[in-house]
């Protein structure tokens, strides 16, 4: 007897459109990963802030005063507030570090720190700046403001990043002032100029926010910025320029360790004064960003 021929039965119309629509979808998920990854877009739309946002906390050590009392040339009161204020919502936390604790760098008491944010203190110890140091070159991430930590009380023969472990990390040093002071330089109608928008550290500020990134924040304090004269000595991110150009330095200024992972990030003003910039900066160095 002659078999007859395998009957198959025509697809539903339902399938034919569900596989035909499978690349799509495909495509759909690898662009709200993609933005996931490198924006801030889904940080308030529920369950995928918890796919894309900062997942557990992050701790950063203030190292110095972050008050209008600070001893230093830049203030960073609107940098604490920011994180303060936005930080909560990317579960980022700030606590005081006692610059006793520093005095034994051999215990790597830092470690406990996601970040460690230095400001508002001219003065920091060899014991100090060996403890940063360790920190750095054990993986730690730092962000270094104005002046902070360029001198030392027990050695009026230090000037600038370059003595002790920490030394080595500094992403920029001070330009000669000839008088032996900070050097200074006063900027005013202030833009900042970026060299690459697609630094993590302005990508969501120029792109996700829809902010230009040549306007500060409207504060009073970020109108005119006394800026310390410093020469980069690791990779410029951004610049800070006087609204004539008739002045300019360093704004943004990063340096890497390499293999250990170790990152500092030093800014010349108050970062405060870009508030979107501060938070992009905390997930970057945090592994969030």
């Not at 495509?27 to 801030?40: E, M, S």
């Not at 104005?146 to 080595?168: E, H, P, V, Y």
Request: proline share 5%; hydrophobic share 40%; glycine share 12%.
């Amino acid at each position: 007897m002659e078999q007859m021929p395998y009957y198959v039965p025509p697809e539903d119309d339902w399938k034919k459109h569900f596989e035909g629509l499978i690349p799509i979808l495909i495509l759909i998920l690898i662009a709200v990963v993609l933005v996931g990854k490198t924006t801030n877009y889904f940080c308030a739309v529920p369950l995928l802030s918890d796919a894309f946002c900062a997942k557990g906390q992050v701790n950063i050590g203030l190292l110095g005063d972050f008050t209008d009392n600070a001893n230093t040339i830049v203030k960073a009161t609107l940098f604490k507030s920011v994180i303060d204020s936005d930080g909560g919502k990317f579960n980022v936390y700030t606590k005081p570090i006692d610059p006793r604790l520093l005095e034994y760098p051999q215990q790597n008491l830092l470690n406990k720190f996601d970040i460690v944010a230095i400001a508002g203190v001219q003065n920091l110890s060899y014991a100090a700046r060996d403890a940063l140091g360790a920190y750095i070159g054990g993986g730690g991430k730092v962000i270094l403001i104005g002046d902070a930590g360029t001198k030392d009380s027990r050695d009026l023969a230090i000037m600038g990043w370059s003595a002790a472990g920490f030394g080595g990390y500094a992403p920029v040093r001070l330009a000669d002032s000839g008088s032996g002071d900070i050097p200074i330089k006063a900027i005013t109608a202030t833009t900042l100029n970026y060299f690459s928008d697609q630094h993590p550290v302005i990508k969501d500020y120029a792109e996700a926010y829809r902010i230009d990134f040549t306007q500060v924040s409207n504060a009073a304090q970020c109108g005119q910025i006394s800026a310390v004269d410093v020469i980069p000595n690791g990779d410029i991110i951004a610049i800070l320029e006087s609204g004539d150009g008739s002045n300019y330095v360093p704004g943004i200024v990063e340096k890497k360790t390499g293999i250990s992972g170790g990152n500092v990030i030093y800014f010349n003003y108050d970062p405060g004064c870009t508030i979107y910039a501060t938070i992009s900066t905390v997930r970057y160095l945090a592994g969030k960003g």
